[in-house]
């Protein structure tokens, strides 16, 4: 109950901060919505290596899924790729996409998304919690088959494209973009 409290303030704390009101059919969020967007973050983070077709190498680190939340509007968006191809993007407002193996283009984006974390393994720390991102920040996490590894930051900061996330960051979003295109 703890979490989805923090989530619920969160979304609306995005909100007020994009200029949301909390009014109306579109309102920023929903216990329904928030539930949704909790269990299917949590699916992501539960994933394992075999789940998604990676047999773990003794000795070495690999990174088999990549986890990327910001803030989006009145939402937060949770965009994750898998080595497999395998990519979903979850809005806390209600919402989504899930499914991105069918799709050559969003599987492609997804494992660009993961050989790319491969190269920036180290960029990340180890982490052992997945709180979601604070307004106007951007949270990285790497599922790894040595555990969890995450970093935040604040958006404005990865603007530069020399940021350590600005990469991931721009994976995740070609993740959201990728699904978009793939409905028209």
């Known amino acids: 109950m703890f979490l989805k409290s923090c989530v619920a303030a969160a ?3 995005c909100a007020t901060a994009a200029g949301a009101q909390p009014t109306g059919a579109h309102a920023p969020t929903t216990v329904q919505a928030v539930d949704t967007y909790l269990a299917l973050r949590e699916v992501a983070f539960s994933t394992k290596p075999e789940d998604v077709e990676v047999q773990a190498v003794a000795g070495r680190e690999q990174v088999y ?4 939340e910001f803030q989006a509007d009145d ?3 949770t965009a994750v790729g898998f080595a497999s191809g395998d990519a979903s993007v979850y809005r806390s407002t209600g919402g989504g996409d899930i499914g991105g193996r069918r799709d050559p283009v969003v599987a492609d984006a997804a494992r660009a998304l993961v050989g790319l974390a491969q190269v920036q393994l180290a960029d990340l720390p180890r982490a052992t919690a997945y709180p979601t991102p604070e307004p106007g920040h951007v949270r990285v996490y790497l599922l790894t088959t040595a555990g969890l590894r995450s970093v935040e930051e604040d958006r404005a900061q990865i603007a ?3 940021d350590r996330l600005a990469a991931l960051f721009a994976g995740g979003q070609k993740i959201v973009s990728a699904f978009r295109a793939a409905k028209q």
């Open 75 to 77: 939402a937060l968006v």
């Open 65 to 68: 899924g990549v986890i990327v």
């Open 160 to 162: 530069d494209t020399q």
């Open 11 to 13: 979304v609306l704390a």
